[in-house]
């Protein structure tokens, strides 16, 4: 069993930054690949960005590119992964989830690839 827990959330003014962060707990966590989503008010889940189990491969939403950057601790007593935001703009806003995928042959875009989840730390960017 994994659990994830995110933080790192809040309330910021568009331009600004904030970096997400998202702690695993279980021994296994550095074979797994994670991923971001992030879900808006009225709106489906959608994907952000995803890095495989060994940090050397990442993928991000078109919406975020150039903007958001995957990484995760080399140190795997840690078990973090992050994700930095850049030029956050009010269509930023939405609760953001960390997701963890046992299958380390991807880092996928997909939310039914992901076996665990955490609560999710809401975003909110104001105009």
């Known amino acids: 069993q994994v659990q994830l827990v995110e933080s790192g959330g809040g309330l910021v003014q568009a331009g600004g930054s904030l970096r997400l962060s998202c702690v695993a707990s279980?021994?296994?966590?550095?074979?797994?690949?994670m991923g971001w989503f992030r879900q808006a008010p009225g709106k489906e889940r959608e994907f952000v960005a995803a890095i495989s189990w060994s940090g050397s491969s990442m993928n991000y939403a078109d919406s975020v590119k150039g903007r958001f950057t995957i990484s995760r601790s080399r140190d795997n007593a840690k078990n973090t992964v992050y994700l930095q935001m850049n030029s956050l703009e009010p269509e930023d806003t939405a609760v953001y989830y960390c997701?963890?995928?046992?299958?380390?042959?991807?880092?996928?875009?997909?939310?039914?690839?992901?076996?665990?989840w955490g609560q999710g730390t809401q975003v909110t960017v104001s105009s």
């Open positions: 997701a963890a995928d046992t299958d380390t042959s991807r880092w996928s875009s997909t939310s039914l690839s992901y076996d665990y």
């Open positions: 279980g021994r296994t966590f550095r074979t797994y690949a």
